[in-house]
DNA sequence: TAGTGGTCTAGACCACAAA
DNA sequence: TTGTGGTCTAGACCACTAA
């Protein structure tokens, strides 16, 4: 974050393009251009940051086939309106979920310890069996009712010293950023439905046996390394996944 | 199907990388190029098609953006593998989606009958309540085992006469798409788990209360108007959903 | 070295929306 | 009429792979 600048660098490694996407993500990402605000015509980032039209438009068509903006021939480029349909197909924190659903959220921490990585893990994440992870399982609540319990495996290499730091109050995914420069920029999951088993009931104040929208999820960092696996347990009743589909 | 014609039609409405990638998708789906194969490098594109270098790419990427195929800079271009991810992305027929996972694929057809559209539906497919609604159920079986309950409400306006027509033996995809010209080109779905009810369960196999994979979904056409709403009820110890999510 | 895909340019014509 | 994005072209240089 601190290297961003607001042009192309020219001698970079990194293609024009690919510089002017991530220039126009951020500008979106922070704020600085809200849903629904018009962004600068092709015929200005061009003049602005010194590219030909096509690869202007190379960028934006990424942005494009993210969801982030929309186009309109005649009309202009414009922010997108975020869509729960991105809790399909991006990484969103719970917090972001939420509020796309328009509820409060909440958290509280159920358990946070080190342990040895269980063989089932392990082959999940590509590491030993027995090598150390952090685990954390947090109880997630929309308007204060329960909502998902979340079951983390972090892989402790990668964030040493984590249960150290004040990781109840403040966003996970931010501290893993700030303080390790750890991102999830990919991952993998596989959704089921189950039966509650009786103590999971019990936390998210469902029946035993009631169904549970229940997802595994492996996410990988900047250098494509597996670090997290996840188990969500989202209450049947009250979750449900949005998405669109191509013909 | 029959109006395919293997070479770009200059005065047609449509854009010359547009028809470039339906006649690729064309030849990949049919099986004309198979999994592995690579197809023939861009240079020969743009001599076979007439087109340029920058709209056969466009064409390509359109391609390698669904995941039909995958680029190898100084290798070549390879019809891609296909994936369980392409469940969550793509609107597959049941019969694709088993043969995917490695299972043979049948159906038993438990009801069909025009019926008058209850509100709930008329709604989401943004009809008048009462209008004439094609009910078709059928019992998907994958290796001769119950897997998912299928109930389609197909608008009868746009498929006069279909139960006159033999819809049981062979794909319904594809009797609409012949007889009616009738694709869905989008759709929306919810994904949700939910307790089968007893009846569903019985004929499932499975016990009541057992957890489901219930998707709702509504398909568009060619038009943009909504043509089919599904209801599919999975069941949660056979069939699971798999994606890739992004950071 | 030859062939592949990746990036980039300058310039053109078009369709669509709004004034 | 003006400004927007959509399509298309010919040509260039590059990086990577395999022979």
Redesign the pocket.
Known sequence: MQHYVDR?VRDSK???????YVILRHKIRRGEWQPGD?????????ERY?????????A??AL?NEGLIE???????FVAYPTIEQALTRIISFTEDMRQRGAVPSTRVLSASLVPAPEDIAGKLGIDPGDELVRLERLRLADGEPMTVEESYLVHQFCPGLLELDYRSGSLRELLEVRYDLRWVRAKQVIRAINAPRALAAILSVKPNAALLFIERVSFNQQDIPGEYLRLYHRGDRYSLYNELRG
């Open positions: 192309i990194l293609p024009y393009y690919y510089q002017l018009m962004i600068p015509p092709e015929s200005e980032l061009v010194g590219v030909s039209r096509v690869t202007a438009r190379q934006l068509e494009a186009r309109h021939r005649g009309k202009g480029t």
